[in-house]
C-alpha cells in the first residue's frame, strides 16, 4: 500500500501535475526549461514559470504573425531564434490588458497586470531564454534588449492597535456581517478568531498556516512546528492569548468528524476538510471590510506586515524578526516592520516650532 502524502508532498504532487500539463501544450524546449530547474527550485515557483510561459507562447500565436503559422507545441529552437525586440515590446504592452485563453474554464476573463506583475512575466521570459542561450540552443537572447518596467514603491499597509481589536471584535460577534454572513460566522467564530490571533501573534504565513496539523501543535510550551517556504521546518512560539484561541477552537474541532484523508489538519473548512489559503484570504478580507472600510484590502500577509512590525517596535532587533518570519535576507524583512522614515518625518514635524507655538517663544527669549 502506498505511503500516505504529506500536505506538503500532496501540494507539490498537485503543482507537478499542473506543470506537466501546461507542457503537453508549449514547446519542448520549455520543459527541458522547467526540467533543468527542478532541483533548485520549488514546485510553486516551476508553475508560474509556466504558467508566463503559456501566456507567452499564447500571444505569440494570436498576435504576432511568424509565430501563427504553425502550432505552439511544434515551435522548434530555431523558430525561437525570430523573436524580435518588436515582439517583446508589444507583449510587455498586452501584458497590460488581455482577455484570459479561450480555451480555459474562464474564457472571457479580463486580466490585468500592474508593474510588479509585468516584471515577474517577463523575468521569467528571460530566464528561459537565457538558458536556451547559455546552453547554445540560440545565438543570442534578445530579450536582454527590453527594459523592465520600473516598479513603484508602494507604502505598507499595516493595522494600527484600535483597527487589530476592531478586526478580533468583529471575527468574535460578527456582528456588522449581513445576515446571510452572520449565519456561517456563528458555526466558525472560535476558528476565525483563531486565525487572525495567530496570523498577528506569529506572523506566518498563509502557507504555512493551512499546513499545520494537530500533532504540530504543543500546548504545554505554546509552539507548534511550522513548514516553511522550503520544505524546512522550525519551531515557533506563540502567546498565551494565540494559545488560549487556539485551544477553544481546538475543544469544538474534535467534536468534528474530517472527510478521509483531513484527520489531522488542525483547522477545517465547513465542508470538514482542510482550510484552503483561498479560504483563509477571503475571511481576513470578509472581517476587513466591515471592521476597517478605510482598508479594504486587508490580507493574511498584511496581518503577518503588522506583526513584523510590532515585533520590531518592541525588540528594535531586525534579525530576530528576519529569523521569526523566516527570511534569508534582512532586505527583504525591512519591507515589512515601519518605515523609519516616516517615523523620522514625524520626529522632525515635533523639533520644528513656529510663531505662536509657546517653545517658539521660550527658544527666541533664549
Keep these: 500500500m502506498a505511503e500516505k502524502l504529506s500536505y506538503r508532498e500532496e501540494i507539490d504532487f498537485k503543482r507537478t501535475v499542473q506543470i506537466r500539463e501546461i507542457c503537453r501544450e508549449l514547446p519542448q524546449a ?58 517583446l515590446t508589444a507583449y510587455t504592452e498586452y501584458l497590460s490588458y488581455y482577455f484570459k485563453d479561450p480555451e480555459s474554464s474562464l474564457p472571457n476573463k479580463v ?6 506583475s509585468i516584471k515577474r512575466k517577463l523575468c521569467s521570459i528571460r ?4 538558458y536556451l542561450f547559455k546552453n547554445k540552443r540560440i545565438a543570442s537572447n534578445v530579450t536582454e534588449l527590453v527594459p523592465l518596467p520600473k516598479i513603484h514603491e508602494k507604502p505598507i499597509i499595516r493595522l ?8 478580533l471584535s468583529q471575527a468574535q460577534s460578527g456582528e456588522s456581517l449581513t445576515k446571510s454572513q452572520q449565519k456561517y460566522q456563528k458555526i466558525t467564530a472560535k476558528r476565525d478568531y483563531a486565525l487572525l490571533l495567530l496570523f498577528l501573534g506569529t506572523g506566518i ?64 473548512s465547513l465542508q470538514r476538510r482542510r482550510i484552503s489559503q483561498r479560504a483563509v484570504q477571503n475571511l481576513v478580507k470578509k472581517y476587513a471590510s466591515v471592521a476597517i472600510p478605510l482598508k479594504p484590502k486587508i490580507s493574511p500577509h498584511k496581518l503577518r506586515s503588522t506583526y513584523a512590525t510590532n515585533l520590531y ?3 528594535g532587533d531586525i534579525y530576530l524578526v528576519a529569523d521569526v518570519l523566516g527570511h534569508t535576507s534582512v532586505d527583504t524583512t525591512r519591507k515589512h516592520y515601519a518605515d523609519m522614515s516616516d517615523a523620522r518625518r514625524r520626529m522632525a514635524a515635533e523639533h520644528v516650532h513656529l510663531p505662536g507655538d509657546p517653545a517658539f517663544d521660550q527658544n527666541k527669549s533664549e
Excluded: W
Excluded at 511568424?66 to 530555431?78: G, M
Design 30 to 87: 520549455c520543459g527541458d526549461f522547467l526540467r533543468s530547474i527542478a532541483v533548485t527550485s520549488r514546485t510553486l515557483t516551476r508553475l508560474a514559470y509556466a504558467i508566463d510561459l503559456r501566456t507567452f507562447f499564447f500571444f505569440l500565436h494570436e498576435e504576432r504573425l511568424f509565430f501563427s503559422r504553425k502550432p505552439v507545441i511544434l515551435l522548434t529552437d530555431e523558430d525561437l531564434t525570430q523573436l524580435t525586440q518588436a515582439d
Design 111 to 116: 486580466i490585468m497586470n500592474h508593474e510588479l
Design 127 to 130: 530566464s528561459f531564454y537565457d
Design 160 to 167: 494600527s492597535r484600535d483597527e487589530m481589536i476592531h478586526i
Design 205 to 268: 504565513r498563509v502557507s504555512e498556516c493551512v499546513g499545520i496539523n494537530l500533532e504540530d501543535v504543543d500546548f504545554e510550551n505554546n509552539a507548534f512546528l511550522v513548514t516553511r517556504k522550503g520544505g524546512n521546518q522550525v519551531v515557533l512560539y506563540f502567546p498565551p492569548e494565540v494559545a488560549e484561541a487556539m485551544a477553544d477552537y481546538l475543544a469544538e474541532r474534535e467534536q468534528i468528524e474530517p472527510l478521509p484523508g483531513h484527520e489531522n489538519a488542525f483547522f477545517l
Design 313 to 315: 517596535q518592541e525588540t
